[in-house]
């Protein structure tokens, strides 16, 4: 056992340019991809992110963690919703199944 944590980030449309442009796009089913990538490359956390400037980081989490509940891959890995607007993170977690990590909320 080891108490080290792989964290996969890929699902953070201001860290993942593919990421981004697939929710942008509202190709979420494609989205969800890199989410089930990154399970079966060994991530034990998905950290998703929505914050961007034209995006409804509220409308696009809920939909993308919604998503997340339905794909048993993913559902199976805890999730991080990381955002820096409260909303964007209330949002995610009252779609999320099971324990979360919150990141990078400011209060």
Request: aromatic fraction near 4%; proline fraction near 2%.
């Amino acid at each position: 056992d080891s108490l080290f944590v792989n964290i996969g980030e890929r699902c953070n449309v201001a860290g993942s340019r593919r990421f981004c442009r697939l929710v942008m796009n509202n190709k979420y089913e494609d989205a969800l991809q890199v989410a089930k990538d990154q399970v079966e490359n060994g991530a034990q956390v998905i950290d998703i992110n929505m914050d961007e400037g034209m995006l409804d980081g509220v409308a696009a989490m809920t939909r993308f963690v919604n998503l997340i509940s339905s794909e048993p891959d993913v559902a199976k890995v805890p999730l991080c919703i990381d955002s820096s607007n409260f909303a964007v993170v209330e949002a995610g977690l009252k779609c999320a199944q099971g324990k979360c990590i919150v990141n990078s909320i400011s209060l």
